[in-house]
């Protein structure tokens, strides 16, 4: 598991630190980890062209130190001194192993015909020092011209503890940023490094030990790894059987929208449910059984839909293609009040926005599923643009205001519970950006929930294997919902 903690906790941890460190140690430490890291990526060290953007906080200092250790190897480092102040220990350290500085500090105006414009374009690497962990609202001039002539630069650019422009506690990117290829962290991971807009701006992150475990709280935010999956799926033993792997009951598709129900399903039959009972209405159980023979299903009677609904279920899924009709709202209604987990998706969300005490007076388990859109009518007043700038904290408060599980489909799949870190999920692709993949996804979770997993760990490894399925699927190349089917058993097998 990759942990990631707030700017606050990593403060209080750093404090604690020094305080029994040598004045400088941990600094020296970061810079190690950080010259060490540009080295790698630099065909050679002796001779390499070095470019620094060194802003005024600690993280200018950071890139000086390291500065100095590349320039003791060779090579050829000028420091960018883009702030008000510099760390000026760090400098003189630079200065006596040889190198340079540029000033580029005041009025942005000119600085693309300047001396730092040149270096930045001559540089084989760059090392973005411009704005620590502790930046808000923005990079302001002459920072936010030189990230753009690094991001116009041919040479690759490493950050320092994360990309300048980025909130490191949410990922949020309010105006220009650095496009890092590599971002060297210390101590600890930063929560804006795997939430998107932030985490598509991080590269590759490297973390680097600088001792802060012993004083670190709880992780703010979760990022799981193959492992960590792995031990979160069932695992079937001798004596299982159709029910203890799970009974998932599934009211999702209509008339209008046959495939919603097809897909959902599949995803199910697909992720190791032990039987899935469809209910819907004549035309799409006719349509589920012809695709998957294995499903228990129920024509729903028109005049009383509600009482054939299936009762002795684990867990069930609901909205996906449904409507907002009437029977649509009682059907849910119904559903929610019964004693098993819940995963609402979908139409289902639409009802529920328009009546939150279904789901906030709710005492067991409930997950939802929305994408942005979805959410921000959850959350009356939100627009859709504000849910994709600020995901984490967006997906938290509508955990909060709603008292369950909430996973917000998206660039990044972020899964948020009162009480609990959030989860970023690692295994997003573009390549899930088209018609039917969060119906699969929502079967793929619900047969988890069904195999008595949480909410927050069936989200969790469902969001993990689709993503990673998308991935296998057709080696990269755009696939449909439907080519998800033969995936998610490679998925899973390769997950372990």
């Avoid at 926005?353 to 939100?382: F, I, Q, S, W, Y």
Wanted: aromatic fraction near 2%; include cysteine; proline fraction near 6%.
């Amino acid at each position: 598991m990759r942990n990631a903690h707030s700017v606050a906790a990593v403060r209080k941890a750093e404090n604690a630190l020094m305080d029994r460190l040598p004045q400088g140690a941990l600094m020296q430490r970061a810079a190690a980890g950080l010259a060490a890291a540009c080295s790698r990526i630099l065909p050679r060290t002796y001779g390499a062209r070095v470019v620094l953007l060194v802003g005024s906080g600690d993280n200018g200092g950071d890139a000086l130190y390291a500065g100095t250790l590349l320039a003791r190897r060779g090579a050829s480092v000028r420091a960018v001194l883009a702030g008000s102040r510099v760390h000026e220990g760090g400098l003189a350290a630079l200065r006596a192993a040889g190198g340079r500085t540029v000033d580029a500090a005041g009025d942005a105006a000119g600085i693309g015909d300047s001396a730092a414009a040149d270096e930045i374009a001559s540089a084989d690497l760059l090392v973005d020092g411009l704005v620590g962990i502790g930046g808000s609202g923005g990079l302001r001039e002459p920072h936010a011209a030189l990230a753009g002539l690094a991001g116009a630069a041919e040479a690759p650019t490493v950050a320092v503890d994360l990309p300048s422009g980025i909130d490191a506690d949410t990922g949020a990117v309010p105006g220009a940023a650095v496009r890092a290829d590599v971002t060297v962290t210390f101590g600890t991971h930063k929560p804006g490094l795997f939430v998107d807009p932030g985490a598509a701006r991080a590269g590759v992150v490297e973390l680097v030990d600088i001792g802060l475990d012993p004083e670190l709280p709880g992780a703010a935010l979760e990022c799981p790894q193959s492992e960590d999956v792995a031990r979160l799926l069932p695992h079937p033993t001798i004596e299982t059987d159709k029910y203890r792997r799970g009974v998932l009951a599934m009211a999702v598709g209509s008339d209008r929208y046959r495939g919603a129900a097809v897909l959902a399903v599949g995803g199910a039959m697909r992720s190791g449910v032990g039987m899935v009972r469809y209910a819907g209405s004549e035309g799409v159980v006719t349509e589920v059984i012809n695709r998957w023979p294995e499903t228990v299903a129920t024509v729903l009677d028109p005049m009383d839909p509600i009482g054939a609904l299936p009762r002795r279920v684990a867990a069930w899924v609901v909205g996906s293609g449904r409507g907002l009709h009437p029977m649509a709202r009682a059907e849910l209604e119904t559903v929610l009040d019964s004693p098993r987990p819940v995963l609402a998706d979908a139409d289902a969300l639409t009802l529920v926005a328009k009546n939150p005490a279904l789901v906030r007076d709710r005492t067991a388990p409930t997950l939802m599923t929305p994408h942005a859109g979805e959410l921000a009518r959850l959350l009356p007043g939100t627009e859709r643009e504000e849910i994709e700038a600020d995901r984490l904290s967006q997906a938290a408060r509508a955990a909060e205001e709603y008292g369950c599980t909430v996973l917000l489909k998206g660039s990044t799949t972020v899964i948020a519970e009162p009480g609990h870190p959030a989860v970023a999920n690692p295994t997003g692709s573009s390549l899930l950006a088209t018609a039917g993949t969060g119906d699969v996804l929502s079967g793929v979770v619900g047969a988890l929930l069904a195999a008595g997993l949480t909410p927050r760990e069936a989200a969790t490894s469902g969001a993990y294997v689709h993503g990673l399925a998308a991935r296998l699927a057709h080696d990269g190349a755009p696939i449909s919902a439907s080519d998800l089917f033969d995936a998610l058993p490679a998925a899973l097998a390769e997950v372990g």
